[in-house]
């Protein structure tokens, strides 16, 4: 029978007698949970000699990079955290392509990433969270009819430095991980963090992106999965989010006009993500979201919410 501390043993053991006693182990880490899981594994097999690599890409959500980076290194974690946020809003000045905006982000992340991963000496290996969906169907990411791998792909690395793969996660199950990851005791936010896309809010914001324009997604993204934890909604949605519309909308605050963006709420049921339906989540929370926002976010006076369904829409509007 299949347990989830059995499968560490032998994980474990499988990870020892396969990395070399000096042999040192680069993962990119994206504070989601196989990424994690796959890092817990990895120190419980060869401890200091995992280092983790955490890219803050500017596009995370709010206090996202800082609060997951302190989980990690409460875990006893090896980690890095590289704050590189003027680098990728650099590479997006000026896109609103929803393809260049995520070629961009891949593009720049792999150049951050091989920066970091040159400075590990000794480096022998390249772990990957890849979990067995994973494996049987990549990850579909839109773009022009093609069917590719998200940024999880770390380009030509492995040559370069002529690293070998190692996927600890590679025969498990979503539902499993989990299980593994509790047993290795990852905190439980982590452990029931909603997916979040690879691109992040570079493409919850549609068009051009500033840091202005993430500061303002950020904060209103905050207000509304703040409400869905303190309503104990958060588990009961597969996926939710904010959107940043590119259009502006007139108000009324006291005797002023205003003139102001306007902010999706998007929250899905799911499964697995390939269908989705929209959260009929309570009017009343609706309600405390919306004037939440608007009282508490300066420069947006207008929020909506997303009622359509996967398919024909997608989860993510870009
Ligand atoms: P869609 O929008 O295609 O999203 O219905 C399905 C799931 O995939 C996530 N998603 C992405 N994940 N890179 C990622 O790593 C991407 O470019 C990307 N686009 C969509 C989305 O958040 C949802 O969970």
């Keep these: 029978d299949w347990t989830p501390e059995h499968y560490v043993d032998t994980a474990v053991a499988a990870l020892q007698r396969t990395i070399g006693p000096d042999d040192q182990v680069i993962l990119g880490l994206s504070?989601?949970?196989?990424?994690?899981?796959?890092?817990?594994?990895?120190?419980?097999?060869?401890g200091p000699r995992l280092h983790g690599i955490f890219v803050n890409n500017?596009?995370?959500?709010?206090?996202?990079?800082?609060?997951?980076?302190?989980?990690?290194?409460?875990l006893g974690l090896n980690v890095t955290g590289v704050d590189a946020s003027e680098a990728f809003y650099d590479a997006l000045k000026g896109l609103s392509d929803p393809e260049q905006k995520r070629k961009a982000i891949g593009r720049t992340f792999i150049e951050v990433f091989d920066r970091e991963a040159h400075k590990v000496e000794g480096a022998r290996w390249l772990a990957q969270g890849t979990i067995y969906p994973d494996v049987i169907e990549s990850v579909s990411v839109k773009g022009p009819a093609v069917t590719i791998k998200s940024h999880h792909n770390?380009?030509?690395?492995?040559?370069?430095?002529?690293?070998?793969?190692v996927e600890p996660l590679r025969m498990l199950f979503k539902d499993e991980v989990r299980e593994v990851g509790e047993t290795l005791g990852l905190p439980h936010h982590i452990l029931h963090r909603h997916p979040f896309p690879g691109p992040g809010l570079g493409i919850r914001i549609l068009g051009d992106i500033t840091a202005e324009k993430v500061r303002l997604l950020q904060a209103?993204?905050?207000?509304?999965?703040?409400?869905?934890?303190?309503?104990?909604?958060?588990?009961?949605v597969w996926?939710?989010?904010?959107?940043?519309?590119?259009?502006?909308?007139?108000?009324?605050?006291g005797d002023e006009r205003t003139y102001e963006q306007v902010v999706a709420l998007r929250?899905?049921?799911?499964?697995?993500?390939?269908?989705?339906?929209?959260?009929?989540?309570p009017y009343e929370f609706l309600a405390e979201v919306s004037n939440r926002i608007i009282n508490q976010v300066r420069g947006i006076n207008r929020v909506v919410y997303d009622i359509s369904s996967k398919p024909p829409a997608t989860i993510e509007w870009e």
């Design 58 to 74: 500017g596009l995370l959500r709010k206090e996202e990079f800082e609060s997951v980076l302190h989980s990690y290194q409460g």
């Design 220 to 236: 209103a993204d905050a207000v509304f999965i703040d409400a869905l934890h303190q309503h104990g909604l958060y588990e009961k």
């Design 267 to 281: 929250a899905v049921t799911s499964v697995d993500g390939m269908t989705a339906d929209w959260a009929h989540l």
């Design 31 to 46: 504070g989601g949970v196989d990424s994690s899981v796959a890092a817990l594994l990895l120190h419980r097999a060869i």
């Design 239 to 253: 996926q939710a989010g904010a959107i940043l519309l590119p259009i502006q909308s007139v108000g009324v605050m």
């Design 154 to 165: 770390v380009g030509g690395l492995p040559e370069q430095m002529n690293l070998k793969i």
